[in-house]
């Protein structure tokens, strides 16, 4: 089992063991670190990394680090699942506990040595937004574009949409989008109908 860790690169790289920046890149408030579990299936790295964007409200490249567990056996974990939308990635959330300022140096040397390494991993926005695409398309993430807090996710998909075409919402039971669920109506001349309700409030004939 490996654990997959968002870092911010330039806070580790060219930087001495322990320097306090880096270890400022382990925030924590309640003595956790937030961790996710990869078992080496093949794109998982990625749906993990996605699953933290949709967290933070953006999709944007990242760096990360893969910690084998073998590394991590003098620590203990406080298992959690995650609140993120990627519903099937949700109970892949954990988190290594850090009671100490001790047990905090420890993790943030083995991050330093697996950076030194260079077993850093770099995932791009545009394989972030291709993750995003097919997640949705496979109705694995749970989210209204209606909704404003969701709203800004609407663009990173478009943009894959006109590469790999448009998705059908009506087809998806976790994902929904009132814009892709119009279409015609000759009841209300064109201008549309939301889930089979015209917006005279008159129902679709089949």
Same mark, same amino acid.
């Given at each position: 089992?490996? /654990?997959?860790? $968002? ?13 306090a920046v880096s270890i400022s890149d382990l925030k924590t408030s309640d003595n956790d670190i937030s961790v996710w579990k990869d078992? &080496?299936?093949? &794109? ?19 760096? #990360? ?12 974990? !406080? @298992?959690? @699942? ?19 300022? /001790?047990?905090?140096?420890?993790? *943030?040397?083995?991050? /330093?040595?697996?950076? $030194? ?28 574009? !209606? ?18 075409? =448009? ?7 976790? *994902? ?8 015609? #109506?000759?009841?209300? $001349? &064109? =201008?549309?109908?939301? $889930? !089979?309700? #015209?917006? !005279?409030?008159?129902?679709? =004939?089949?």
């Amino acid at each position: 089992m490996l /654990y997959l860790r $968002k870092i911010d690169e330039d806070q580790w790289k060219d930087k001495i063991l322990h320097d306090a920046v880096s270890i400022s890149d382990l925030k924590t408030s309640d003595n956790d670190i937030s961790v996710w579990k990869d078992d &080496g299936t093949p &794109g998982l790295v990625n749906k993990l990394a996605l699953a933290y964007s949709l967290t933070t409200g953006r999709i944007t490249d990242l760096w #990360c680090v893969d910690i084998p567990d073998n590394l991590l056996a003098g620590f203990s974990f !406080n @298992p959690a @699942p995650s609140s993120t939308i990627f519903s099937s990635m949700q109970s892949l959330h954990t988190n290594i506990v850090v009671p100490t300022l /001790y047990e905090m140096g420890e993790l *943030a040397e083995i991050i /330093y040595n697996l950076i $030194k390494e260079e077993k850093q991993i770099y995932i791009s926005e545009q394989e972030l937004k291709e993750c995003f695409y097919n997640a949705i398309k496979a109705d694995e993430i749970s989210i209204d574009f !209606n909704d404003k807090r969701f709203r800004q996710f609407r663009k990173p998909l478009a943009e894959i949409e006109k590469e790999k075409g =448009k998705i059908d919402f009506s087809r998806l039971h976790n *994902a929904k989008d009132v814009e892709n669920n119009r279409v015609s #109506c000759h009841t209300c $001349k &064109g =201008k549309g109908f939301i $889930k !089979n309700v #015209c917006i !005279n409030q008159q129902f679709l =004939k089949n």
